[in-house]
């Protein structure tokens, strides 16, 4: 699946407000850039103080305390707006269990909807607010 597709089956459209948390060196540029070209918007960066529509959330094995990043994220998000999970695929330096994102995100008051891989080291998962968690 090219870079283009991932990006239209992420749902994310021209004027969207995205916020970018976990940026590094082995994140997927080109898809960084295919998001980008169809938002018509730079990221927004850690300190975001906008509301967004979206999160993009890079994460690895390593990085820390999984609920306490998507809590982060949700605090910054539109009332239907998704966090995209984005982990490392299986064989991959920083791998996830899929088990710790499901423990994980309903302790942070989300539902977990799909996954599919995107690119050749990344496995997206939209993660959303649950019905009845939001004000």
Avoid at 62 to 68: A, F, K
Wanted: glycine share 10%; net charge negative; charged share 25%.
């Amino acid at each position: 699946m090219g870079s283009d597709q991932v990006v239209e089956r992420l749902g994310l459209k021209s004027g969207d407000l995205i916020l970018e948390v976990g940026l590094d060196s082995d994140c997927d540029n080109e898809l960084r850039a295919a998001i980008q070209k169809v938002t018509g918007n730079e990221f927004i960066e850690d300190a975001a103080t906008d509301v967004v529509d979206a999160v993009l959330l890079w994460w690895r094995d390593e990085d820390g305390d999984l609920v306490d990043e998507l809590m982060d994220g949700l605090t910054y998000l539109t009332q239907n707006g998704p966090i995209w999970l984005f982990t490392p695929k299986v064989g991959r330096a920083g791998y996830v269990e899929p088990s710790d994102i499901q423990d994980a995100a309903p302790t942070a008051g989300l539902s977990q909807t799909v996954s599919f891989t995107v690119g050749a080291d990344w496995t997206a998962t939209r993660l959303v607010a649950r019905k009845g968690n939001r004000k």
